[in-house]
T-cell receptor, first 112, second 109 residues
Framework: NAGVTQTPKFRILKIGQSMTLQCTQD?????MYWYRQDPGMGLKLIYY???????DKGEVPNGYNVSRSTTEDFPLRLELAAPSQTSVYFC???????????FGSGTQLSVL | KNEVEQSPQNLTAQEGEFITINCSYS?????LHWLQQHPGGGIVSLFM???GKKKHGRLIATINIQEKHSSLHITASHPRDSAVYIC???????????FGKGTKLSVKP
């Protein structure tokens, strides 16, 4: 199993550009999450999904969109990048009560 | 008031000391996770708890569902344990993930 694969690892965007952060897991997990981590700060939940076709907003959803057309994939879309979206983004997945959370390796995004 | 509170925020210990990090939450949960993040690194899940106690090596995690409280203990601490430890809960009825602000642990040799 590859676990949670997150791409890209690094990206620099100009203000107003758009991009999609990819997240794929091969563990058949129902729950998937996107969160961001600002320098020296805690983790904030952006969006989450409890299964294919179902998504919900987290704490900081503004400026982002997600979709969950399959169990495996949970892409995060930034439509009009703003400097406030400069952050490190992590994707995570989880399934049963006996399992740990699995994390992607993170995407460092800078908006200039 | 945050739904997940961790204490202390910062902790400095000498190598070999016994360490306790606390997590209290105010919502109904289906699970609680303890996570570890080394400086500049990714995030690793240490434990998932829904009841009782779990042990892995020098790490012990406990949860008291009635009191809505969990603790992470590190026995015989080592400098390589220096990291940020994060408590995260999965909300029972909704499935969303709520994080504590983390505890920054520094273990001095």
């Amino acid at each position: 199993n590859a676990g949670v694969t997150q791409t890209p690892k690094f990206r620099i965007l100009k203000i107003g550009q758009s991009m999609t952060l990819q997240c794929t897991q091969d563990m058949n997990h129902n729950y998937m999450y996107w969160y961001r981590q600002d320098p020296g700060m805690g983790l904030k939940l952006i969006y989450y999904s409890v299964g294919a076709g179902i998504t919900d907003k987290g704490e900081v959803p503004n400026g982002y969109n997600v979709s969950r057309s399959t169990t495996e994939d949970f892409p995060l879309r930034l439509e009009l990048a703003a400097p406030s979206q400069t952050s490190v983004y992590f994707c995570a997945s989880w399934n049963a009560l006996n399992e740990k959370l699995f994390f992607g390796s993170g995407t460092q995004l800078s908006v200039l | 008031k945050n739904e997940v509170e961790q204490s202390p925020q910062n902790l400095t210990a000498q190598e070999g000391e016994f360490i306790t990090i606390n997590c209290s939450y105010s919502v109904g949960i289906s699970a609680l996770h303890w996570l570890q993040q080394h400086p500049g690194g990714g995030i690793v899940s240490l434990f998932m708890l829904s009841s009782g106690k779990k042990k892995h090596g020098r790490l012990i995690a406990t949860i008291n569902i009635q009191e809505k409280h969990s603790s992470l203990h590190i026995t015989a601490s080592h400098p390589r344990d220096s990291a940020v430890y994060i408590c995260a809960v999965i909300r029972g009825s909704q499935g969303n993930l709520i994080f504590g602000k983390g505890t920054k642990l520094s273990v001095k040799p």
